[in-house]
Structures are given as structure tokens and as C-alpha cells.
């Protein structure tokens, strides 16, 4: 009964999607969007643990691309400087009906792309089979993430003392370490080395010390102003619950309590990001409300839905030689001592005008396109994927794009169960791919493949490796030894 009325909902949004594009309503274009999100939802709560990450990439869509354009209508937040009906930067019904139709036509193909990979018949028991003790992995990482847990403390640190004496916007204008390179560098290591460490299915108990310090590591980026950091922390851990549904039979990860939990610390968690967001630009956070908590959150955090109207206002403006939807990855081989010694590539720092206007970052070209004073000042727009896809591909781009990433999130929840790189690779793509609505289409292959990742993983083996040895060669001196004293006797 519950599949039947999801597939009446999408029935009905296409139909909704149809009528408004022939009468050109843009009300009708909403509602279909409207309505296509929610069959999303329905059919990800289905099987809520399977699906928990595309419900968990929904979520992040509506609030990154969805949340102004619905909410400003239903609620009438009022915006002192945009009189926008929808809250967009635009009042071209044109560029407007194209952002609607980008929008549903991601959700529709997101979907489908999801759903061309089957995910029933996932194994509900996790075996590790191989060479490498699992135990030692699991020791070697959680011990590394503590140590490295240190180093990023220190670094994030010196990030809330700058934000605080200088201004959020700083941090990205003009802040620069004292710490030493290397020092940095260890301190990039504890995401990685805590995702290895669940990846090797540790029990309920023993993985609570390491989630609350990663949790905290997220408190401390939300001190320093990165909302979305402490956001992208605490889904990824709610994820890890849920897929534990699946590989643990004989513990439940995530029930009752833990959904108890979830819907009392909602509002708080949004109340706390509103805080943030006003100390962020020197507002007097007295101005909150509870009455408008939710909408001005939800309004404010969906600014991304504009880029996808730049991206096709200003497709004249911005270079049309630069391949944006992959630009992340051509930083990633261009950005690094071989390339620039051997190759002499030229390197590009981010929030610069050489980036914005030689560089493959679509956040640095549009930013710096709509405000080059604000620009060089540390402010930004970000980017989103769709709009990546539709200034290098069109539509068309946007329809693949989208059946791709569908493919994609429905592939983690069986990458999950492919022993501890599978459930590492699982864990890292899914945190990267969330914050795509308001990223770079590639963004989550840099973000997992790139030198610090590979390496820290490589540390982490052999170490898992020489422990193993070290054991298996004391185990053999007790056996010898043993062997000796029953000779003897």
C-alpha cells in the first residue's frame, strides 16, 4: 500500500512538472518539485536502513537548493533585502521556470539513477576475509586517530582564536597557519583514520569514545564558523547507525532511542547553527526567535538554487574553455609537486583572483564574477553540482549527471559491506557526495583520493601489518618455548 501511494505521488509530479510547463506556472513547476522530493523520501523510508543514504541526500537538497524557494512562499519570511516571491536573485520568469525544471529534473533522475541499482539482497552479516588480522586494523586506527585527534584539535583551535579576533570572512582572505607543515598535515589524518576504524566493525561500546570525539571535532569547526562541517559530522555518524542495522544482526545501532534522541536535539542543533550564522556576520543574536528559527534557517541556507540561474545567465561571462563539473580533479593532478616541477603547471591557491580567472573552481569564477570587491574581501557563493553540469553540458548534462550520482549512492550501501576499504571508501565518498548540492560534481573523488587520504590508509596497513608479524612471532617464541620445556621434561 505504501509503494502504491509513492508511485501515485510521482505520477502526480510529473503530471504537475507537465501542466507547468505547458501554462508556464511556476506555482504548478513548485508543487511538482514538491511532490517529487516527497516520493524521494517515501521511497527511501521503504527501507529506511538500506536507503538511508539517499534519504540522507535528499535531505541535504532541500536544504541547500530547496529550502529558500519553498519556504519564502509557504511562510512569507521576510527577507529586507530580497523582495523576491521565491527569494531568488532573479525576476526573469524564464531564468526562474529553468531553475524549477533543473531542480525536478535532478530529484526525477536522481531517482531513477538510484533505483537502476538494486539494493535488496544486501548481505545483512559483515565477514572480513583476508590476509590482515582485522583486530590489528582496528587497533592500529583507532590508536592513530587518537593521536592525530591531538593535532586537529590544535589546528582548529588556532581557527575559532582567528575567527573570533578577525571575522569569519577572514579565514578565508587572509588567514594563514603558524603551525608547522607537517604538523598540519598529521592533524588531516583523524577523519581518515577514524572512518578505517569503523570500517572495521567495531561493537557498539567500543566505537562510542572515538564517535564523540569526532562529533567534537565537529563542535570545534562550528566554533570556528563551519556550520557544515559539524553538520556533514553528525549525518555521517546517524548513517553509520543505520547501515549497522544491516550488517549487525544481534544489535540494533539505530532505534527508538536513538530516533528519540535525533527529533529532541533537532531544534537545538538549528537554534545553535542560527547562532552561528549571526555571530558569523557581527548581527546581535537576540534577534532569534523560535517562531522563526525554522524558516529563516531553512531560507538562509538556500541560497546554492541562484548558481543554477547564474549558471545560465551568465554562460556568456564566465570562460567557456574551463571544464568546471571535473575541475576539482584537474586541481587534484595539477596541484601537486610533480606536475608543477616536472610539467611546471601553474598553481592556483583557492580565493584568489588567479583561481577565479584562470582556475577550474566554479565557486571562485562566479564569486568573483558577481562581486570581485567582496570577492577579494573572503566571500563566496560556494558552487552546486547542477549548475557545474549545466554551464559545461546543459540539460542534458544535469540528466546524466544526475542518474550517475543516483547510481552511485545506491552502490555505497554494498561498498559498505566489501570489507574494510569498501566500508572506508563508504563512508568518505557518502560525507563528500551529501554536501554536492553545494559543491563540485568531483568533489568527493579529491576529497577521497587524494595524497593525505592514500597515505594515512598506506600508514595504517603496514602498521596493521607489522603488529600482525610482531604477534604472529611471539606467539611462535611461546610455542618454541613450550615445546622446549615439555623436551626437557
Given amino acids: 500500500m505504501f509503494s502504491v501511494i509513492r508511485n501515485l505521488m510521482l505520477l502526480f509530479s510529473i503530471t504537475m512538472f507537465i501542466l507547468g510547463l505547458v501554462f508556464s506556472n511556476l506555482n504548478v513547476l513548485l508543487i511538482s518539485i514538491c511532490s517529487v522530493l516527497l516520493h524521494n523520501v517515501f521511497y527511501a523510508l521503504e527501507q529506511f536502513s538500506t536507503r538511508i543514504i539517499f534519504f540522507a541526500f535528499n535531505i541535504t537538497f532541500f536544504t541547500f537548493l530547496l529550502g529558500r524557494i519553498i519556504t519564502k512562499p509557504l511562510t512569507g519570511f521576510y527577507d529586507p533585502y530580497n523582495n523576491n516571491f521565491y527569494g531568488l536573485d532573479f525576476n526573469n520568469v524564464d531564468t526562474i521556470r529553468f531553475i524549477f525544471i533543473s531542480l525536478f529534473i535532478s530529484l526525477l533522475f536522481i531517482y531513477i539513477g538510484y533505483s537502476l541499482v538494486k539494493d535488496k539482497g544486501i548481505k545483512t552479516s559483515w565477514k572480513y576475509s583476508g590476509r590482515l588480522n582485522v ?47 607537517l604538523f598540519v598535515k598529521i592533524s588531516e589524518m583523524a577523519p581518515i583514520a577514524f572512518f578505517v576504524f569503523l570500517a572495521t566493525f567495531p561493537t557498539k561500546r567500543k566505537s562510542l569514545l572515538p564517535i564523540l570525539l569526532y562529533i567534537f571535532l565537529g563542535v570545534l569547526s562550528l566554533l570556528a564558523g563551519y556550520r557544515n562541517t559539524f553538520i ?16 549487525d544482526k544481534e544489535k540494533l545501532w539505530f532505534g527508538k532511542k536513538e530516533i528519540i534522541t535525533c527529533i529532541i536535539s533537532f531544534p537545538i542543533i538549528i537554534m545553535q547553527l542560527n547562532v552561528v550564522s549571526y555571530i558569523r ?25 541562484n548558481l543554477i ?5 551568465l554562460s556568456d561571462v564566465l570562460p567557456d574553455d574551463k571544464n568546471y563539473t571535473f575541475g576539482k580533479i584537474i586541481d587534484l593532478l595539477n596541484n601537486n609537486i610533480i606536475s608543477q616541477k616536472v610539467f611546471n603547471i601553474e598553481h592556483y591557491s583557492p580565493q584568489t ?40 553540458f546543459g540539460i542534458l548534462g544535469i540528466i546524466i549527471g544526475n542518474i550517475v550520482l543516483g547510481m552511485l549512492l545506491a552502490s555505497m550501501t554494498r561498498l559498505f559491506t566489501k570489507g574494510i576499504l569498501g566500508a572506508w571508501l563508504c563512508l568518505n565518498i557518502t560525507r563528500a557526495i551529501l554536501y554536492a548540492p553545494r559543491s563540485s560534481f568531483s568533489a568527493f573523488i579529491v576529497d577521497t583520493f587524494n595524497l593525505i587520504n592514500l597515505i594515512t590508509i598506506f600508514i595504517i596497513f603496514v602498521g596493521s601489518l607489522l603488529l600482525q608479524k610482531r604477534g604472529n612471532l611471539v606467539n611462535l617464541n611461546k610455542t618454541m618455548a613450550l615445546n622446549t620445556y615439555h623436551t626437557r621434561r
Fill in 232 to 247: 556533514l559530522n553528525i549525518m555521517i555518524i546517524l548513517i553509520y547507525y543505520c547501515l549497522r542495522n544491516i550488517s
Fill in 353 to 392: 583572483i588567479e583561481s577565479a580567472k584562470k582556475g577550474t573552481s566554479f565557486a571562485d569564477s562566479i564569486s568573483y564574477t558577481l562581486d570581485p570587491y567582496r570577492y577579494k574581501n573572503g566571500w563566496g557563493y560556494g558552487s552546486s553540482y547542477i549548475a557545474e553540469l549545466n554551464f559545461d
Fill in 281 to 305: 556576520v557581527d548581527e546581535n543574536v537576540n534577534r532569534i526567535s523560535m517562531k522563526d528559527t525554522f524558516s529563516e534557517f531553512f531560507y538562509k541556507q538556500g541560497t546554492s538554487v
Fill in 135 to 181: 583486530y590489528k586494523v582496528a587497533f592500529f586506527s583507532k590508536y592513530l586517530f587518537y593521536f592525530t585527534f591531538i593535532f586537529n584539535v590544535v589546528v582548529l583551535l588556532e581557527k575559532v582564536k582567528f575567527s573570533s579576533d578577525n571575522g569569519y570572512m577572514e579565514l578565508y582572505s587572509s588567514y594563514a597557519t603558524n603551525l608547522p607543515y
Fill in 309 to 313: 540561474g547564474y549558471s545560465e545567465t
